[in-house]
């Protein structure tokens, strides 16, 4: 299996358009201890041909020049057989609409995701103008769904991890939360190597611990370092926690539970603007590296 990370930051990427905080302006200044991040997202493939989309982030496009892989070999063509939606947020789904070419686009998302696209948004109804232009594959929390693209059977399963999270900002009042707003994904290949992208998660469960225990490459929320990160800068009144983000740093921070777990790699990705870890030379990167964790940056490429 391989896997590469397309984008490795939170909404708003790095830096982020309306940012002027520490972190942004050393981004943007070119300074050597960060890097510029786009909005996270993976791809996955059993054999390096056919690739399966973990997100549609707002920077698909950007992502998809960034890797050759992923262009077109014909003149009206692609090797995305498709996509899953972890959850529906802006940062996961935005990207759906910037491939809108009139091309097929097989999805993988849960109901609470279909329904939060189809029947909250008139956006959608630009996927939707032919029958057959989008192809919605449920997924239900613990099924394993094979993932089948265009080309047929990538020999790659997806199962459906539900996860703390919360209901995409723009649907509260809208839709009742479900268990199924914000899924890890557990990623499968013939040879039983598996990889968790976690993106985004509140807190820890006794099923997500059991998964990551059992897979060889864990990706995980990295959003936050301190529950207090964007109350600090007076930016919000709400926390990390109140965001449904484990934040990293901490006596109950997500860090002690990423250092205990045997797998091969621990990759944070998802990793907000604000965060200090995105400096190399910051003491919290030193934790980091302490507890046998790294960074996601963009390109970074994963083979099991
Ligand atoms: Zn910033």
């Known amino acids: 299996m391989y896997l590469r990370v397309l984008g490795s930051a939170a909404g708003g990427g790095s830096p ?54 992923l262009h ?30 009139d091309q097929p686009l097989v999805l993988y998302a849960s109901e609470a995701v279909e329904r939060g696209l189809r029947e909250h948004n008139a956006l959608t109804r630009t996927l939707e103008r032919r029958p057959g232009q989008l192809i919605w594959n449920r997924l ?46 557990v990623l499968r290949d013939t040879n039983g190597r598996s990889a968790l992208y976690a993106p985004t998660a509140a807190s820890l469960t006794p099923l997500l611990d059991e998964r990551a225990r059992a897979a060889d490459v864990v990706l995980f929320d990295g959003t936050f370092f301190r529950d207090d990160e964007l109350t600090s800068l007076g930016l919000t009144t ?45 003491p919290e990167r030193g934790e980091l590296t302490a507890a046998g964790v790294e960074p996601a940056y963009d390109g970074l490429e994963v083979e099991l």
């Not at 009206?76 to 498709?82: A, C, E, F």
């Not at 649907?171 to 914000?182: M, R, T, V, Y």
């Not at 983000?245 to 907000?272: E, M, V």
């Open 16 to 69: 982020q358009w309306n940012c002027g905080c520490a972190n942004c302006i050393a981004v943007r200044a070119g300074h050597a201890a960060l890097r510029p991040r786009t909005q996270a997202a993976a791809a996955v493939s059993a054999d390096g041909q056919h690739w399966f989309l973990l997100n549609a982030s707002p920077d698909v496009r950007a992502q998809i020049e960034s890797f050759p892989a």
């Open 72 to 101: 077109p070999r014909r003149l009206r063509d692609t090797p995305i057989g498709g996509i899953a939606l972890n959850n529906g947020d802006v940062d996961a789904c935005l990207g759906l609409f910037i491939l809108r070419e």
């Open 140 to 185: 239900r929390a613990g099924d394993v769904v094979p993932l089948v693209g265009a080309a047929g059977p990538s020999g790659l399963t997806i199962e459906a991890v539900p996860v703390p999270g919360t209901v995409p900002l723009h649907l509260k009042g809208l839709a009742a939360p479900s268990p199924e707003d914000n899924l890890a994904f």
């Open 238 to 282: 709400r926390t990390a926690r109140d965001m449904a983000h484990w934040p990293l740093g901490g006596a109950d921070g997500s860090l002690r539970w990423l250092a205990q777990l045997p797998c091969r790699r621990k990759i944070l990705t998802h990793i907000n603007n604000t965060n200090p870890i995105l400096r190399e030379d910051a």
